[in-house]
Nanobody, 121 residues
Framework: QVQLVESGGGLVQPGGSLKLSCAAS????????MSWYRQAPGKQREMVAS???????NYRDSVKGRFTISTDIVKNWVYLQMNSLKPEDTAVYYC???????????????WGQGTQVTVSS
């Protein structure tokens, strides 16, 4: 069982920056992908950024050029650097780590509790 804890959220003005961190209690070295999702009030949860075990990154169009996902595999941490923040970035941000089960022949994942990001003047 891998436990994930997000931190780094808070209140920031438009145009500001925040760096979110996700600390894993177990090893993420064998994961197939690590991602950040977000969910705003009244909206569906959406993928913000992801990075595969092969190092391939993928970003939601609305955050391209502003957000950067990175990892520290040795320390079991996942980060999301957010620059040029906009009010529409306001949401609860969740960390997700995916593995593949060779027993159940399907992927499985773990979620953090979320951290609130509010962009407002």
């Amino acid at each position: 069982q891998v436990q994930l804890v997000e931190s780094g959220g808070g209140l920031v003005q438009p145009g500001g920056s925040l760096k979110l961190s996700c600390a894993a209690s177990g090893s993420i070295a064998s994961s197939t992908a690590m991602s950040w999702y977000r969910q705003a009030p009244g909206k569906q949860r959406e993928m913000v950024a992801s990075i595969t075990s092969g190092g391939i990154t993928n970003y939601r169009d609305s955050v391209k050029g502003r957000f950067t996902i990175s990892t520290d595999i040795v320390k079991n941490w996942v980060y999301l650097q957010m620059n040029s923040l906009k009010p529409e970035d306001t949401a609860v941000y969740y960390c997700n780590v995916e593995f593949y089960s060779h027993v159940w022949l399907q992927p499985y994942d773990y979620w953090g509790q979320g951290t609130q990001v509010t962009v407002s003047s």
